[in-house]
């Protein structure tokens, strides 16, 4: 059980490193670091940074469930990321940053939800990928 205990420890501090990094990121991006020219920096605020706010209290508390959903909800990130990456020369290593701390909140929720709710069952790594005991048969 150490090494699933280690594997949650190192998922949530993945977690939580990507959650600020891309809030950060976004942050600093939209607001001082190229603010844009278009649209009010208000509208891309309410867009791309609010929606991260949803899950943080579940987040900080290490909610199995919040950590579940929360995978989901960073495909959208990524996919404005590579977007930018893609279509934006100047910004491009923000773009980078966006996918890199995107993939980095993903990988971490999904691991946790996954280790935590074994931890929560009692159930070890070994017991995950065993090979299942044959059914008793019935004697007549």
Known sequence: MPAQSTVIKVSRYATLIGYFGLLA?????????????????AFLLII?????????RGLLHGKTYTHAWTSFLTMFYFTVGVD?????????????????????????????????KMRIAGVGASDFLSEPEPPESKQS
Request: proline residues 10%.
């Open 25 to 41: 990121v976004l942050m600093n991006w939209i607001t001082w670091i190229s603010p844009p020219k278009e649209i009010p920096r």
């Open 84 to 116: 930018f990456a893609y279509n934006n020369d100047p910004d491009r290593w923000l773009a980078m940053l966006v996918v890199i701390f995107s993939m980095l909140l993903f990988l971490g929720c999904i691991f946790y939800a996954k280790y935590e």
């Open 48 to 56: 791309l940074v609010v929606p991260l706010l949803f899950p943080l």
